[in-house]
């Protein structure tokens, strides 16, 4: 028995160093790696020094996470943080110049989308790849739910604990405890401490 528990413990070695190497080489990468959190293999980070990912987060495959300080007319020292205990799952592109922060305890579900910043639109003026970008704060507030390919532009803010239905697309600020959802998400439900429940919210 006494054999048996030691070549259990020691088969179980091999696993633990290559966390601990994985764990090592993401936190000489990044601008911070928190303990237990895990990056999938098949993603693509570009300037990763920038990027402050917490504790117990997981990072799915084919993720696409960019931060640019030196991007067409803006210089800045971008920031992108993902707070602790998040779940980024497959296939999310984050795209930062200037500052997008996920706090703690959100989901964001496959496909999403989330940037900090977008071209100019004149229809006069050169083709849009090369009109000068603006860049406002996104921020997506602790515990919110984002469903699957939902979009949040450039200055957007989602309240805590906030649901956004998926395929939506967030321009502007979502109040905390609310439930959105459309093309732009409108708020249909808010959380009424009260009752517990999720109530209809009526918008004219």
Request: proline share 4%; net charge positive; charged share 20%.
């Amino acid at each position: 028995m006494v054999l048996k528990n030691i070549l259990k413990k020691t088969a179980s070695l091999p696993f633990y160093i290559l966390k601990l190497l994985k764990w090592k080489y993401y936190s000489l990468r990044l601008g911070y790696f928190g303990e237990n959190s895990q990056i999938s293999k098949n993603h693509w980070f570009v300037n990763p020094q920038n990027i402050y990912i917490g504790k117990y987060c997981s990072i799915g495959p084919y993720c696409r996470i960019e931060t640019y300080s030196d991007y067409g007319n803006l210089k800045t020292t971008p920031q992108l943080t993902i707070g602790d205990s998040c779940s980024i799952e497959h296939a999310v592109h984050i795209y930062c110049v200037e500052r997008v922060e996920i706090q703690k305890g959100c989901l964001v579900a496959s496909g999403c989308m989330i940037t900090d910043n977008n071209h100019g639109t004149n229809p006069e003026g050169e083709i849009y790849s090369h009109q000068p970008l603006n860049a406002k704060p996104t921020i997506i507030k602790e515990n919110v739910w984002l469903g699957e390919n939902v979009c949040v532009l450039s200055g957007s803010v989602v309240g805590k604990r906030s649901i956004i239905g998926a395929n939506s697309v967030v321009s502007g600020e979502i109040p905390d405890y609310s439930i959105a959802v459309g093309s732009p998400a409108k708020v249909i439900k808010k959380y009424n401490f009260e009752s517990k429940k999720w109530e209809k919210v009526c918008n004219g």
